[in-house]
C-alpha cells in the first residue's frame, strides 16, 4: 500500500506472512458475503428458496468471519490503507484515505483500461463508482470533522 | 358471520371454573389496552393498511359465514362521516347469552381479545382472516362501533365506543330479516389522520374475494363520491385468470386447471401463456393474497420447469449435443397463473405477512402440478408442442441477446457498430416499444423540449433516430420542414406518419451534408451509443452555423443513485453503455463545440410496470429491478425519488433533463 512511512504503525504483525493472510482472509470472507447475499436473491427468484436460505446463512456467517479477521488485522492496521484503525475517528481518517484513493486513482485507472480494451459500458459503470466514491470521502470528510467538533478537538 | 363455537373469543363449555373467570376478566380487558397501545401488532400499521384491514377483517367473517354455506350477499359501504359499514346476510352473531361470560355471546366476541383463535387446530376449517385479529381488536380501534343483528326472527342492536359497551344488548322486536352489520368509525387518534378509505384499493381486494368465493355477491358502495361495484362470479378463478389475460394474446386458447383435493390441502391452479414477456403469478392461501409468494408459488414454478423437461426429453425436443435445458425463467415467461391454496395451519412470514412459508406445502404443491401437468401434455400433444417451443424461443433469443452484446462491446473498439446489432437494439422495439411508456408521447414532456425552440419557422429540422417520430413531430408548424432518419424499417414507416421525410441510416455517419440543418432533435438515445462522442460531432456537423441541438435525457439526480440507476437501466437494456449525469452531459456537449448550453428539468411519475416488460431485458433482470428498487441504498433513496404501493407496483420519478445548445457562428 502506498501509505506514508510516517504514518503506518508499528506492531507485531510486521512483515510477517501472516499479516499477508489475514489480509487476504479477510478480502476472501468480504467478498463471499456478498456473493451470496447476490446468490441467495437468484435462488429467490428461481424458485428455490431454501437455496437461498442457504446462501443467506452463510453470507450471515462469512460477514461474522470477516469482523472476526479485521479483531486481528485492527492491532496492525486498515487492510485496505495500512492506516491504523479501531477507535472511530481512526476509522473515518482510514475510510476517508480509502474512498479518496477509489476515486482519484484507482477508479480512474480502470476506466482507461476499460476504454482501451474497447468496454465502454464498464468504463462508463466506473466513471460512475469513481463519482459516487468522490460523494462518499465528502460525506466522510464531514462526519470527521463533527465527530471532532463534538468532542472538542 | 361465523357460527359461536368457531368463533375468536368464544369458550366452550369445558372454558375454565368460575374462579379463574375473574382473573381472565382481567387479563382479557389489558388485552384490549394493549392493541390500542400498540395496534400495529394486532393490525400491521395504523397507516393505510392497517385501515383497509379493519374493513377486510369485518368482510373476511362474513366469507367465512359464506364459505359455510350460509351467507350469499356481502354489502361494504362507506359513509360520508368517514365511517364504515359491513353487512351480510349470514346468520347473524350469536346474541345467546354465553354459558362462561355471562353476557350476550356477540357481546363476548365484540371486547374479548382472543388473538390467534381462528388458526387454532382443530377448528373447523380454512378460515380467511389473516390476522385473526378479531372483531374486539376492530372495536378497540373505533370511536364509534353500531353493531346490528337480525337472528332468529329478532332484531338486535348494540353501540360501543373505544371497544367499550356503551348499552346492553337492546331487542328490537321481530323481524324477516337475517345477518349482521357493523357501522364503524376508525379511531382517528391512534390511526394517521391523513388517511381514508381508499375505493379503488377496496373494490381490487373485493373483486379478488368474489373471484375466488363463487356465488357471492360482494358489493361496494362509496357515498362519498357515488362509485359503486357489485361483484358476482360464477367462473371463479378460471374467470379471475380470464380477466388477468383480458386482452393479451393467448399462445393457447384453453388455460390448464389443475385441481386438488384433500382433507388438509386443497388448491386450484389455472395457467395459461401469453405472447408477453412478463411472469404474472397471483397467489392465494386460505384467499389471504400472497403477493411475495412463498413455498406453494415456488413449487409451482419447480413443477413446471421439471414437467416441461421431461416431456421434451421424452419426446427428443431437446438438442442433446449441446445439452440444452429448458430453464425457469424461460418457462415462465409470458405465464399468466393463479394458484389458491386452502390449507390448515398457514404460516406467514414477513411484517405484511405476504409470503406463505409452509415447507410441506411447497413439496406437495410440486409433487401434484408436476405428474398432473405430465399427464395433460401426455394427453394434448399439439398444446404440448407449443409449451416446449415456446419455452425454448425463449431460451434461445437469451442466448443470442447474451452473444449480440458480447460482439458490439468488440466492435465498439474500432468505432463501428454493426446494422445487426443496432437493429438488435432499435428495431426490436418495433413490436411494441410506441405504446410501452407514456413518456413516449407525454405532451408536457414533448412541450418541454418545444420551449428551448429559439429559430424562425422556416428552420429545416432533423430528428435524429427518430423512432416513430413523436418528438420531431411536436415541432410542427414551428419549423419549415421536418425531416426524420431511423436505421429500422418499421420506425421508419411509422415515423413517415408524422414526419414530411424519413432517411434511412446511422447517427454514426450521417447521410446528409454539412451544415444541412438549422435544427436537431433527439430524445433518450445517446445513453444507448457506445462512444456517443462521435455521434455528437456527427450531429454538429450536420448543423449549420448558429443552429440548435435539442436533446433530452433521464438523468439521475446526482452521484448518488446514478450507480444504483446504472445497473437498473443495464438491467433494463443490456446494451446501454451510458449513465450520463449532468456534467458528463455538458462535457459531452462542449467536447463536440457546442455552446451556449441551457438545460430545463421536467419530473415524471411513471410506473415501471410500463417499461419493465420489453423484449430487451429477461425474466431475471426483471426480478432484479423490482430487487433494487424494494432494497434501494438509503443514499439513492435519500435524493431519487419512487415509491412502492401496498400492491407492489413501483413508481419511479424519471428525471428528464432537457438541454439546448447551439454551434457557434451566424
Known amino acids: ?153 | 358471520m361465523p357460527s359461536m363455537k368457531n368463533k375468536p373469543g368464544m369458550k366452550s363449555s369445558e372454558s375454565p371454573a368460575p374462579t379463574i373467570y375473574d382473573a381472565s376478566s382481567i387479563t382479557v380487558l389489558s388485552g384490549l389496552d394493549a392493541v390500542r397501545k400498540n395496534p400495529g401488532m394486532y393490525i400491521g400499521s395504523t397507516a393505510i393498511e392497517g385501515l383497509h384491514q379493519m374493513v377486510y377483517e369485518l368482510v373476511d367473517n362474513a366469507i367465512d359465514e359464506a364459505q359455510a354455506g350460509e351467507c350469499t350477499g356481502i354489502a361494504v359501504s362507506l359513509n360520508p362521516d368517514g365511517s364504515c359499514t359491513v353487512a351480510d346476510n349470514g346468520r347473524g352473531i350469536p346474541t345467546e347469552t354465553h354459558p362462561s361470560e355471562g353476557c350476550p355471546a356477540c357481546e363476548v366476541v365484540l371486547t374479548r381479545l382472543h388473538a390467534g383463535g381462528k388458526f387454532k387446530a382443530g377448528s373447523y376449517r380454512l378460515t380467511t382472516g389473516l390476522y385473526g385479529i378479531g372483531l374486539s381488536c376492530l372495536n378497540a380501534l373505533s370511536q364509534t362501533l353500531v353493531l346490528e343483528i337480525w337472528r332468529n326472527g329478532r332484531a338486535y342492536r348494540q353501540n360501543y365506543s373505544c371497544g367499550v359497551a356503551m348499552n346492553e344488548l337492546e331487542d328490537l322486536g321481530t323481524t324477516e330479516r337475517r345477518g349482521t352489520r357493523i357501522t364503524f368509525t376508525p379511531d382517528f387518534t391512534i390511526f394517521d389522520p391523513r388517511v381514508a378509505f381508499d375505493y379503488q384499493r377496496l373494490c381490487k381486494r373485493l373483486e379478488e374475494l368474489a373471484f375466488l368465493h363463487p356465488g357471492v355477491r360482494i358489493e361496494i358502495n362509496d357515498q362519498r363520491c357515488g362509485e359503486s361495484a357489485s361483484f358476482l362470479y360464477d367462473s371463479g378463478i378460471p374467470g379471475f385468470l380470464k380477466k388477468l389475460n383480458a386482452g393479451a394474446r393467448t399462445i393457447h386458447r384453453e388455460p390448464l386447471r389443475i385441481i386438488h383435493n384433500e382433507k388438509d390441502l386443497q388448491f386450484e391452479a389455472v395457467l395459461q401463456w401469453t405472447d408477453s414477456y412478463g411472469e404474472n403469478i397471483s397467489s392465494y392461501v386460505n384467499s389471504i393474497n400472497t403477493i411475495h409468494g412463498g413455498t406453494h408459488v415456488a413449487g409451482l414454478k419447480t413443477a413446471l420447469t421439471g414437467a416441461i423437461n421431461a416431456y421434451a426429453r421424452e419426446m427428443k425436443m431437446l438438442n442433446r449435443n449441446r445439452d440444452e435445458r429448458i430453464t425457469t425463467f424461460d418457462m415462465l415467461e409470458g405465464l399468466t397463473a393463479v394458484i389458491s391454496v386452502w390449507m390448515t395451519g398457514p404460516s406467514f412470514e414477513g411484517q405484511t405477512k405476504t409470503r406463505v412459508t409452509n415447507e410441506g406445502l411447497g413439496v406437495r404443491v410440486e409433487q401434484v402440478v408436476h405428474d398432473r401437468l405430465l399427464a395433460i401434455l401426455h394427453q394434448d400433444s399439439k398444446l404440448a408442442v407449443l409449451l416446449v417451443n415456446r419455452a425454448l424461443d425463449a431460451t434461445r433469443a437469451r442466448v443470442a441477446a447474451r452473444r449480440a452484446s458480447d460482439r458490439v462491446a468488440y466492435q465498439a473498439a474500432d468505432f463501428t457498430v454493426s446494422k445487426e446489432v443496432y437493429q438488435k437494439q432499435f428495431g426490436i422495439r418495433s413490436k411494441n416499444w410506441h405504446e410501452s411508456a407514456t413518456w413516449i408521447a407525454h405532451e408536457e414532456l414533448l412541450g418541454e423540449h418545444v420551449k428551448h425552440l429559439a429559430l424562425d419557422e422556416k428552420a429545416r429540422m432533423l430528428d435524429v433516430c427518430c423512432g416513430s417520430g413523436v418528438v420531431g413531430a411536436s415541432f410542427k408548424n414551428k419549423v419549415g420542414q421536418m425531416i426524420g432518419l431511423d436505421i429500422t424499417p418499421e420506425m421508419i414507416d411509422l415515423a413517415r406518419t408524422r414526419l414530411d421525410q424519413v432517411n434511412q441510416g446511422t447517427v454514426y455517419d450521417l447521410p446528409f451534408l454539412d451544415a444541412s440543418f438549422a435544427l436537431v432533435v433527439n430524445r433518450e438515445v445517446l445513453h444507448l451509443l457506445p462512444n456517443p462522442e462521435r455521434p455528437v460531432s456527427e450531429i454538429y456537423r450536420v448543423l449549420k452555423p448558429g443552429g440548435q441541438f435539442i436533446v433530452g435525457q433521464i438523468l439521475p439526480f446526482g452521484p448518488e443513485d446514478a450507480a444504483w440507476m446504472y445497473r437498473i437501466f443495464k438491467k433494463k437494456q443490456p446494451l446501454i453503455f451510458n449513465m450520463f449525469q449532468e456534467d458528463d452531459f455538458r462535457a459531452l456537449l462542449l467536447g463536440a463545440g457546442f455552446v451556449d448550453i441551457e438545460m430545463s428539468e421536467y419530473n415524471l411519475w411513471e410506473s415501471i410496470d410500463l417499461w419493465i416488460d420489453t423484449h430487451e431485458t429477461t425474466n431475471l433482470h426483471r426480478h432484479e429491478i423490482r430487487d433494487l428498487f424494494y432494497n434501494a441504498p438509503q443514499e439513492a433513496r435519500n435524493v431519487h425519488p419512487f415509491e412502492i404501493t401496498p400492491s407492489g407496483e413501483i413508481r419511479d420519478l424519471w428525471r428528464w433533463c432537457i438541454f439546448s445548445a447551439r454551434k457557434p457562428g451566424k
Request: aromatic share 8%; glycine share 8%.
Open chain 1, 1 to 153: 500500500m502506498n501509505t506514508p512511512a510516517d504514518k503506518r504503525m508499528n506492531h507485531e504483525l510486521e512483515g510477517l506472512e501472516t499479516h499477508r493472510n489475514l489480509k487476504q482472509g479477510f478480502a476472501s470472507e468480504a467478498g463471499t458475503t456478498s456473493r451470496y447475499l447476490y446468490f441467495a436473491r437468484i435462488a429467490d427468484i428461481e424458485g428455490s428458496p431454501e437455496t437461498a436460505t442457504i446462501f443467506r446463512e452463510l453470507a450471515e456467517s462469512s460477514a461474522c468471519n470477516g469482523h472476526g479477521f479485521l479483531d486481528f488485522l485492527k492491532r496492525a492496521g486498515d487492510p485496505e490503507t495500512d492506516l491504523p484503525i479501531g477507535e472511530t475517528e481512526r476509522n473515518l481518517i482510514a475510510a476517508i484515505s480509502a474512498e479518496t484513493r477509489e476515486f482519484s486513482e484507482i477508479y480512474p485507472r480502470m476506466k482507461e483500461v476499460a476504454a482501451l480494451e474497447g468496454l465502454p459500458d464498464i468504463e462508463n459503470w466506473l466513471l460512475t463508482l469513481g463519482k459516487l466514491k468522490k460523494v462518499h470521502t465528502d460525506r466522510l470528510k464531514g462526519a470527521l470533522a463533527q465527530f471532532n467538533a463534538l468532542h472538542e478537538k
